[in-house]
């Protein structure tokens, strides 16, 4: 056989298609590589966003920010100080963008301005916490996104 610059051409075609058929197979055969959808029901969340939307700007009619550090034992979420603990409720959901199984969702329950989640609950990564509560007849959305 006669090596020439098609033969060339056409070897290194099929050897980057080989490369590209190897790689597609690897990455939907093993499960190290799986990863979930955003969220379950894309399409109805997408119909209560302005609600959420709102919540999110409920936020700005406190003196002070709410806001969020890591902490030794967890994560700290500092609300604003006007708050009084005992009349807020509400939910608090940790999500891990890269494995659904890490999710976790919990009732809010304050006993001072402060919220802390403990470290057993955060593998070090990232985290998206939704804290959806709500305060003499109103709502509220603090969303954080964080690098544990």
């Known amino acids: 056989m006669k090596w020439n610059w098609g033969t060339g051409i056409v070897l290194g075609m099929m050897a980057f298609i080989g490369f590209i058929l190897y790689f597609v197979i690897t990455m939907t055969t093993q499960k190290k590589f799986d990863h979930d959808l955003v969220t379950e029901a894309y399409y109805a969340k997408e119909m209560v966003y302005q609600q959420e939307i709102d919540a999110e700007s409920n936020l700005q009619e406190f003196d002070e920010v709410m806001k969020g550090e890591r902490v030794t034992?967890?994560?700290?979420?500092?609300?604003p100080s006007e708050v009084e603990p005992s009349k807020v409720q509400g939910t608090v959901f940790l999500y891990r963008p890269s494995n659904q199984k890490l999710d976790i969702e919990f009732p809010l329950v304050l006993s001072?301005?402060?919220?802390?989640?403990?470290?057993?609950?955060?593998?070090?990564?990232?985290?998206?916490?939704?804290?959806?509560?709500k305060y003499q007849g109103k709502d509220y959305l603090y969303k954080q996104k964080i690098t544990y």
């Open 73 to 79: 034992e967890g994560w700290k979420i500092t609300f």
């Open 112 to 133: 001072s301005s402060n919220l802390l989640i403990p470290d057993k609950f955060l593998v070090d990564g990232r985290w998206n916490i939704t804290i959806d509560w």
